[in-house]
């Protein structure tokens, strides 16, 4: 088992930028893809970004080109650099890890002017 911690979130006007981080307690591992998920009020979970054991990425259309996902094995941290963020980004985001089924505890981003 892996235990998730995100940092980083925060209250943020539109067309600003966060870093999120999620340190693992345990060793994330070169093989474990890891991800980040969101979840606005009165929604679902829905996914955002993926890294891969092999460096590939994935992404919400919604997120494309805004967003960066990035890992750092050596620090056992992974990273979500977001980038332009809109009002729509307003959401809890979790750090999540394929291998193993763990999630964070969540990160508050608020997009408000």
């Known amino acids: 088992q892996v235990h998730l911690v995100e940092s980083g979130g925060g209250l943020v006007q539109p067309g600003g930028s966060l870093r999120l981080s999620c340190a693992a307690s345990?060793?994330?591992?070169?093989?474990?893809?890891m991800g980040w998920f969101r979840q606005a009020p009165g929604k679902q979970r829905e996914f955002v970004a993926r890294?891969?054991?092999?460096?590939?990425?994935d992404y919400a259309d919604s997120v494309k080109g805004r967003f960066t996902i990035s890992r750092d094995n050596a620090k056992n941290t992974v990273y979500l650099q977001m980038n332009s963020l809109k009002s729509e980004d307003t959401a809890v985001y979790y750090c999540?890890?394929?291998?193993?089924?763990?999630w964070g505890q969540g990160t508050q981003v608020t997009v408000s002017s």
């Open positions: 890294i891969r054991s092999n460096g590939n990425t």
């Open positions: 345990g060793t994330i591992g070169s093989l474990s893809a």
């Open positions: 999540y890890d394929f291998r193993t089924n763990s």
